[in-house]
């Protein structure tokens, strides 16, 4: 079945400095999915990319889809202490008939060190 | 924006009972929702696709006997543990959404099988 690979699991990074999470799927997207996850709370969607080679910017943080729209980056410029979390990639495969589904990466948590 | 309600929040009940969770959507009308399970510090994992008016599908290895699936009606899903276990403790949530949109998630619910 379709798997959706994320790096690293843990990434602890000084107030300030950048900081990247990568995603990998085995199988073609239709789009990709981030969503962040506070300690304790649900998944907060963040954005979808959806054309091959996308680039995507929120304030601080880029996405991206890669040209095969098989893998994915989120890059944060700057991490704030309010940037800790755990961030999530999910992809929907092309094709199908999945329902939509998503296929959750295994996320990266963020820890900020002030 | 779309709002998905989630309930109860957190279970506490002895081994053998049955729970019952509700998932919401407010202002929109979800025909497919997802439910997820999630243990401590990974990722969500997908367990079934609960379709209005149909049988849920559900992933490999879950037990459909064990997680009772009903989507009655366009705005409600309910996932039910039935003969709830200590192995079955875990956080449970759900998500709505359009085929190729954003999923919008529930806030979770904490289930512990004393």
């Known amino acids: 079945g379709q798997q959706v690979m994320q790096i690293p699991q843990y990434q602890h990074v000084q107030e300030g400095e950048d900081f990247t999470t990568y995603c990998n799927s085995s199988t073609t997207l239709s789009n990709i999915q981030w969503y962040k996850q506070r300690p304790g709370g649900h998944p907060v969607f963040l954005i979808q990319l959806v054309k091959s080679g996308e680039v995507k910017k929120q304030k601080r943080l880029t996405f991206q889809f890669g040209e095969a729209k098989k893998n994915s980056s989120l890059h944060i410029t700057a991490t704030q202490t309010t940037d800790v979390g755990t961030y999530f990639c999910?992809?929907?495969?092309?094709?199908?008939?999945?329902?939509?589904?998503?296929?959750f990466g295994q996320g990266t948590i963020l820890t900020v060190h002030p | 924006g779309a709002v998905v309600s989630q309930h109860p929040s957190w279970v506490i009940c002895k081994s053998g009972t049955s729970v019952k969770i509700e998932c919401r959507s407010l202002?929109?009308?979800?025909?497919?929702m997802f439910w997820y399970r999630q243990f401590p510090k990974q990722s969500l994992m997908l367990m079934a696709t609960s379709n209005e008016g149909s049988k849920a599908t559900y992933e490999q290895g879950v037990e459909k006997d064990k997680f009772l699936i009903n989507h009655a009606s366009l705005t409600l899903s309910t996932l039910t543990v039935t003969s709830a276990h200590p192995e079955d403790s875990s956080f449970y949530i759900c998500?709505?959404?359009?085929?190729?949109?954003?999923?919008?998630f529930g806030d979770g619910t904490r289930l512990s099988i004393l």
């Open positions: 999910a992809g929907r495969k092309a094709g199908g008939t999945s329902y939509g589904k998503l296929t």
């Open positions: 202002d929109f009308q979800a025909t497919t």
């Open positions: 998500s709505a959404g359009d085929r190729n949109q954003p999923q919008h």
